[in-house]
């Protein structure tokens, strides 16, 4: 028999995790892990609706430190250590979509949108 979460569920344990990450960041990264763009979690980390966390940033748009092609993201808590990993990245339908995934060192990365969503169910 198939493991099921309910949505009561669901919507608790994404709420442990907006509330474990607020206050830390999000990072684009090109493959390989360098880092293209930093992003700062707001203290209160978003919004939860049923299954989906909605990050919430202290700006929307932040300064490239370095040069690549964004092909992930990584969300830290306040204390630096990455404990999720391997977001998608994209213009859209991605957990994180951004304005451009091409970018240079210097420029504005503004985020459009990014959501996580519970896990599904198990098979």
Do not use: C
């Not at 309910?6 to 990450?21: L, W």
């Not at 892990?33 to 992003?39: C, I, K, P, Q, R």
């Not at 932040?62 to 990584?74: I, K, L, S």
């Amino acid at each position: 028999m198939a493991l099921t979460y309910n949505v009561a569920v669901k919507t608790d344990r994404m709420t442990a995790t907006r509330d474990y990450f607020g206050g830390g960041s999000l990072e684009i990264q090109a493959a390989g892990g360098a880092v293209l763009a930093t992003f700062t979690l707001t203290a209160g980390g978003g919004t939860i609706s049923t299954d989906t966390w909605t990050l919430a940033f202290t700006a929307a748009t932040v300064e490239a430190g370095a040069t690549g092609t964004a092909a992930q993201a990584v969300i830290k808590n306040s204390g630096g250590d990455a404990h999720i990993t391997g977001l998608s990245v994209g213009t859209s339908g991605s957990d994180i979509n951004i304005d451009n995934t091409s970018i240079n060192s210097g420029q504005n990365v503004t985020l459009s949108s990014a959501t996580i969503q519970h896990a599904p169910d198990p098979a």
